[in-house]
């Protein structure tokens, strides 16, 4: 029995192919429309999260504070407040993985005939760590390499590129500010950061030379910036105020005075991003559904003209015995033929013009499987929900009026 309702539907949708084609366009165009933008939007959603693991995971920063001279008062890291003794003391705190202060600024780089002025930070080992930074040529620097001020620079590859060109930089000499350095490594890609900066555009040297031989410090021992990584995110909360009660402590800073430091939580930074890009990619899904929804007031409008146009068709089978559970099956099949092979089709177009996208723009997509069913079924859901009053309509049609009917 269905087998032959199955035929009987492909013949009706054959005997009008043109009005066919026209209501499952809908859907393919709806069906597409999601594909394409669950793609665009997924995509930009795991740009943003391999962008977030680049930078380290549970990161703060504390900043050293700021000055006030005649009423103008400096920014964050204009006063020398902090110091390599505050990084000994937060990372015997509970919750804290790794501390690294740090002493940074811009410098020109020489190597033969080339130069290259890029970010030069001093810091610990642990930095390395911290920021989740591997090194692909060569070796890290270590603690000996602080107590000894040595000369040694682990570059990046933007650095690497501009600076040496083609020549493997480890084991050869550059210049920072006339002092000569010995290059032990070059560091892992990272590509930019939230900012828009490039992460690999960076020379990393012990924090010891960077203030004795690169930048000079005021205040031995002064830092401009800590970087404190906590054990795990849900630690991250209990270290933020370890840390601010333990700087308020050893800074003498009585109940009322404000931080001579600032603190920046940088994860919450992230994922306030990561959370932008996934409320984009929800709305952008949620205004390609709206496509699905005209797909499917299309397939219902065509439905409902094929029973005024079958009327009496619909009387001649009633008469001869068709009951109405008949007529409505008859007329949901249809619908449900149009819903899926409009469905069909409009996966394959979506997902050919989300790779096409991907290969001519270079625009990061993501195809999820699990994406592309759900719209499918929502879609095919759409058209069968649409699909069901033209055909309640035709099986509840009085069998004498119907033969009537001109």
């Known amino acids: 029995m269905l087998k032959a309702m199955l035929g009987e539907a492909w013949l009706a949708m054959g005997a009008n192919r043109l009005r066919t084609a026209l209501t499952m366009l809908g859907m393919v165009i709806g ?24 930078m380290g995971s549970n990161l703060y920063i504390v900043l050293s504070g700021s000055f006030t001279t005649s009423g103008v008062r400096s ?5 020398p407040s902090l110091s390599v003794s ?20 811009t410098r020109q780089l020489v190597y033969g005939s080339q130069n290259w002025s890029t970010q030069v930070v001093g810091t610990t080992p642990s930095y390395l760590d911290a920021r989740a930074w591997s090194v692909v040529n060569g070796a890290a620097f270590g603690d000996s390499d602080v107590r000894s001020a040595t000369r040694v620079a682990l570059i990046g590859k933007t650095v690497a590129q501009n600076l040496f ?7 050869k000499t ?15 890609s990272k590509g930019q950061n939230l900012d828009g900066r490039d992460q690999d555009d960076t020379v990393i040297i012990p924090l010891s030379t960077a203030q004795r031989k690169v930048f ?32 308020r402590q050893r800074h003498r800073l009585r109940d009322g005075m404000p931080n001579d430091f600032f603190l920046r939580n940088l994860s919450a930074a992230a994922e306030s991003e990561a959370e932008t890009t996934r409320t984009m990619s929800i709305l952008l899904g949620a205004i390609a559904s709206i496509s699905l929804l005209v797909g499917g007031i299309g397939i219902m409008n ?16 009633m008469a001869i015995g068709a009951r109405q559970k008949d007529i409505l099956t008859q007329f949901l099949l249809e619908a449900v033929m ?22 001519f723009t270079g625009m990061v997509v993501v195809i999820s499987g699990s994406a592309a069913l759900v719209a499918f079924a929502v879609a095919a859901t759409v058209g069968i929900f649409f699909g069901w009053y033209p055909a309640r309509k035709a099986a509840q049609l009085d069998p004498i009026e119907a033969l009537r009917y001109q």
Do not use: K, W
């Open 31 to 54: 069906v597409g429309a999601v594909v394409i933008m669950m793609a665009i939007g997924q995509g930009a959603q795991y740009a943003v999260q391999q962008t977030i693991s680049t």
């Open 165 to 171: 060109g083609d020549d493997d930089p480890v084991g």
């Open 174 to 188: 550059m210049r920072i500010q006339q002092n000569p350095f010995f290059v032990i490594g070059v560091l892992g």
């Open 302 to 317: 065509i439905m409902l003209v094929s029973v005024t146009e079958r009327t009496r068709e619909i009387g001649i089978r």
């Open 75 to 79: 920014g964050s890291a204009g006063a």
């Open 216 to 247: 000079g410090t005021p205040f031995l021992g002064s830092v401009r910036m800590i970087m404190v990584q906590a054990e795990s995110a849900e630690a991250m909360a209990a270290v933020e105020r370890s840390i601010e009660s333990l700087l």
């Open 338 to 359: 149009i819903s899926f092979a409009g469905c069909l089709l409009g996966l394959l177009l979506g997902l050919g013009i989300a790779l096409g996208i991907n290969f």
């Open 86 to 105: 505050d990084a000994d003391a937060m990372a015997e705190l509970d919750g804290v993985r790794n501390v690294a202060a740090t002493h940074q600024g």
